[in-house]
């Protein structure tokens, strides 16, 4: 677990936006304690901050915010890429890029560098929430993982005169900016109360939405206060469930097999890992088989 805040705002020079951004960062240090890094575009108008929990690479090549390698993009990474490594290889046999550590991040950033934010996003396993920055078209992007396993927040807010866009991982870090809107959403708790969960896009507040799982919200900092941002799927299980569903598997014992193939690649894939790991073992059949599983492929 990493954690992500940022602000944009429409007015330059006037206030330490860096102040800001440092003080909604310290309110998510619990998820990532072990180091912390700030961006700040004084043209774009634009800081974000990462707090790091290393699980890859525990070097400084790992620490974020991050660059691609030409430096168009700027990514505030929280998750896990499990695929990386062969993501990696496909990157090795197309581009020459000089590597500067060996973290999933620097995968996925220069992944996006190359063949584009959702080709990268297809191609990829995992769980993720992350900010990118494209300093070459000025757009901000906040992308969210298929089944929303890690959270995305977002909304703007009055700022002196103006408006700022602020977003992170945790709405106690956007409690943090100054002048915050703490109105309540009547229909948030509505559904709260009604289905035991806030649905789709609500939070709490009226000034902050939540980005809906496999979705991408993209923002013309430009424009960023004047026009509506670009909310849209990205990926759709519906897809997945047509595509799956032209199998043929002929018997019972094929398909145990075919599960038992599927399962070994995903805890193969998502047990790499620089620091221990470890497996909740509840004593259900589900994790039960997750950490029979595990042993094999761990000494």
Same mark, same amino acid.
């Given at each position: 677990?990493?954690?992500?805040? %940022?602000?944009?705002? %429409? ?43 290393? =699980? ?12 691609? /390698? @030409?430096? +168009? ?22 581009? @020459? ?16 560098? /190359? ?38 927040? /977002?909304?703007?807010? +009055? ?21 915050? @809107? ?21 939070? #709490? /507040? ?23 941002? !670009? ?9 997945? =469930?047509?595509? @799956? ?10 398909? #145990? ?7 070994? !690649? ?5 047990? #790499? ?11 259900? =059949? ?14």
């Amino acid at each position: 677990m990493c954690g992500v805040v %940022g602000v944009v705002t %429409g007015i330059k020079n006037k206030y330490n936006i860096l102040d800001i951004v440092e003080k909604m960062a310290k309110k998510i240090v619990h998820r990532g304690p072990d180091s912390s890094g700030i961006y700040f575009d004084k043209d774009l108008s634009y800081c974000c901050a990462h707090q790091r929990l290393s =699980i890859l690479d525990l070097s400084k090549a790992g620490n974020q915010p991050m660059e691609s /390698y @030409n430096k +168009r993009y700027v990514i505030a990474f929280n998750g896990e890429i499990y695929n990386f490594q062969k993501i990696k290889y496909k990157l090795n046999l197309e581009t @020459n890029i000089n590597w500067k550590g060996t973290s999933d991040t620097e995968v996925l950033v220069n992944a996006i560098e /190359y063949w584009g934010l959702e080709k990268t996003l297809k191609l990829s396993k995992g769980m993720f929430a992350f900010a990118l920055l494209d300093k070459k078209t000025k757009r901000l992007s906040l992308i969210r993982d298929r089944f929303g396993e890690k959270p995305m927040y /977002y909304g703007f807010n +009055r700022f002196g005169n103006s408006k700022a866009l602020i977003f992170g991982s945790d709405i106690s870090a956007l409690r943090q900016f100054p002048s915050f @809107n703490k109105e309540v959403n009547l229909n948030a708790i509505d559904t709260l109360i009604r289905f035991s969960c806030v649905a789709s896009d609500l939070t #709490i /507040y009226k000034s902050i939405k939540k980005l809906k799982p496999g979705h991408i919200v993209d923002f013309n900092l430009e424009k960023c206060f004047k026009t509506t941002p !670009n909310v849209y799927r990205w990926w759709n299980y519906k897809d997945t =469930i047509q595509k @799956n569903d032209k199998l043929q598997i002929k018997s019972e014992k094929e398909a #145990i097999s075919n599960l038992e193939i599927v399962l070994k !690649n995903a805890i193969k894939e998502c047990s #790499i890992s620089d620091v221990p790991i470890g497996c909740f073992l509840s004593g259900g =059949i589900d994790s039960s088989l997750i950490a029979a599983l595990l042993s094999q492929e761990s000494s």
